[in-house]
């Protein structure tokens, strides 16, 4: 074996030499291409008896990123690769990893859980990991928000931070945040090939290449370790035990959010199965928080914690005194719940990484930095209002990507606050004065945009959401259900993919009917029979599709948001307030179209 700059290659194997031909080929391309020039000394071929082998050149980015470099060719087929191509090179090349078209497949299940290891020492981030400072959050909701928060929080107390989370909305990059952003483009294509080309030469038969949802944390590891931040934040992705960030074996602090009903074809059908699930992460005598939880749950916790003398304490919901009149960045009254374990979580991470212990049983503010981190952090499509680019006044877009019964209710509430009072008009940022004033003055209609995985149950999602919103009297004049954009085995980049014209409109049909029926039993009518108040209409594409009194099919989401701005254009007295939720694919996808 042949041990040349941190990479171990066999000398005789036909695709090393490929790669290597490759790496040098990039090798004296980029020296070709450097301004001004500089010497660099060049490795010595190595002969063996089969013939001549190059040793791999050395990695080249740490001398690139100090030198100005003229326009680097990137070789494919002997043709110019423009940066664009290039990033979706790699993005064809990640999702060359999904093997399902849907998350609920063996490895979630534990299926050859072991060869995380494996990988973990064909990228040399076995030591590494064991020196990242970890706070590891798992939950059914809120887990996102709580890392976010926590991020916020120890970034304005002045360390670096690293933070991984799932899914993005718009670009995957939104996984990997560094100091409160998402990675540059430049590096994370340095540190994807990095550890895609490693895995592709080592791995074989017995060792196949990482699946999708496992080669992600793997490249968070290598991007914190090698960016050596101080916290590394890191959300299970699914479940908890079998997930692949669960390969630390020594946080300094874990975290179980709210446990609901979600995954259940994986995780199990009672809240006692999930709960166990979740508490996977929990690891010999670290310290764990979770919120307070639905009695079921909380004794399996606890008894999980018990086994392993794992500390489990519950953190209250964040009393709103302790923010000196501010409000939390993240809207909605859950977020206290999620703000209350952050805040817990990054306490005990100072006093375990022998940083200035802050007490926190106060009745005044909190600290300045913890404030600050609570009260600007961000996170994309949970609870975010966005006013449409073409009609600013006539069109406000609510998004939140709730898809589980007790987050749909939270998203409910939070919406008809909202809608209910104008005063939140003042965070749209609208830059021409006269929109705020017209659009105060306006009537205002509940629009409904809906979309779910078919795994989920919409007559647990969709009750809740209506009711809970009846009850703080919004009601919907419509609901609109649309198929998402993006695919589940594709990873998709800003450009938005085209749209299928053979797109399979079965699971918006059994939305519609539910919905439907709702509609006319909350009315006091008998639920079935709903088809006989529908008609089909042709939409934009001249496509067939359903259309009913309180609701409509749209075969692309396009449709759907041409047909909403063109109706707020007819009716200018009218400010359309549209709720997206059911999915965090359809809230990405929204954003994709109404921030063009």
């Not at 040399?124 to 929080?153: M, N, P, R, Y």
């Not at 409904?448 to 919103?469: A, E, H, I, K």
């Not at 919905?515 to 009315?523: A, N, P, Y």
Request: charged share 20%; proline share 6%.
């Amino acid at each position: 074996m042949i041990k040349d700059s941190g990479q171990s290659l066999s000398a005789t194997n036909p695709q090393t030499k490929t790669k290597r031909c490759h790496y040098w080929r990039m090798w004296f391309l980029a020296l070709k291409f450097l301004n001004p020039p500089i010497p660099i000394p060049i490795p010595i071929p190595i002969s063996s008896s089969l013939g001549l082998h190059f040793s791999t050149p050395p990695l080249i980015s740490p001398i690139l990123s100090s030198i100005q470099i003229k326009n680097i060719p990137m070789a494919k087929g002997g043709s110019m690769e423009s940066a664009a191509d290039r990033y979706q090179s790699t993005l064809d090349a990640l999702s060359s990893l999904i093997t399902k078209k849907s998350r609920a497949d063996k490895s979630n299940k534990g299926d050859r859980y072991d060869l995380l290891f494996d990988y973990l020492k064909i990228l040399e981030l076995d030591e590494a990991i064991s020196q990242l400072k970890i706070i590891h959050v798992a939950g059914t909701k809120g887990k996102g928000s709580t890392c976010t928060f926590a991020e916020s929080i120890l970034r304005n107390c002045g360390f670096r931070t690293g933070l991984f989370t799932s899914p993005h909305l718009i670009d995957v990059r939104e996984r990997f945040r560094l100091d409160g952003l998402e990675i540059s483009e430049e590096k994370f294509l340095e540190y994807f090939w990095w550890c895609y080309d490693r895995l592709k030469e080592e791995t074989n038969d017995d060792v196949p290449m990482p699946t999708y949802f496992r080669f992600l944390p793997l490249l968070a590891f290598k991007i914190f370790a090698a960016e050596q931040v101080d916290v590394a934040i890191l959300e299970v992705g699914l479940g908890g035990r079998f997930d692949a960030t669960n390969v630390v074996e020594k946080p300094i602090v874990c975290g179980i959010s709210s446990l609901g009903y979600d995954h259940m074809e994986i995780l199990g059908n009672t809240l006692g199965e999930i709960a166990g699930e979740k508490a996977g992460i929990f690891k010999h005598e670290i310290p764990a928080f979770t919120v307070p939880q639905p009695d079921e749950a909380m004794h399996v916790l606890e008894e999980k914690a018990s086994k392993l003398n794992v500390n489990l304490q519950v953190a209250h919901p964040l009393n709103v005194n302790l923010l000196n009149g501010l409000k939390l960045a993240l809207e909605g009254e859950h977020q206290y719940l999620n703000a209350g374990l952050a805040v817990a979580l990054c306490s005990t991470w100072l006093q375990r990484t022998g940083h200035p212990i802050i007490d926190f049983n106060q009745t005044g503010p909190l600290p300045e930095p913890f404030i600050k981190g609570l009260t600007t952090a961000s996170l994309q499509g949970r609870a975010q209002i966005v006013p449409d680019i073409e009609s600013p006044g006539n069109l406000v877009f609510y998004l939140d990507g709730a898809h589980s019964p007790e987050s749909m209710e939270a998203c409910a509430r939070w919406f008809s606050l909202c809608t209910r009072d104008d005063n939140h008009l003042s965070n749209l940022n609208y830059q021409p004065q006269q929109h705020m004033d017209e659009g105060s003055k306006k009537d205002t209609a509940q629009i409904l945009l809906f979309n779910c995985m078919s795994v989920r149950d919409p007559q647990l999602l969709l009750p809740r959401l209506m009711r809970t919103c009846a009850s703080h009297g919004v009601c919907f004049k419509k609901a609109l259900f649309v198929p998402n954009i993006s695919v589940y085995h594709k990873v998709g980049s800003q450009a938005l993919p085209t749209i299928d014209p053979q797109v399979d409109l079965s699971w918006q049909f059994a939305l519609q009917r539910a919905w439907e029926s709702l509609m006319q039993s909350d009315k006091g009518g008998e639920p079935s029979n709903t088809d006989q108040a529908c008609e089909e209409v042709k939409d934009d594409t001249g496509m067939s599709v359903m259309g009913c009194k309180n609701s409509s099919i749209f075969s692309s989401l396009p449709s759907a948001i041409k047909w909403l701005r063109d109706t707020a254009q007819k009716d200018r007295f009218v400010r359309f307030q549209v709720l997206v939720t059911g999915s965090l694919h359809l809230v990405g996808d929204v954003l994709r179209l109404i921030k063009k």
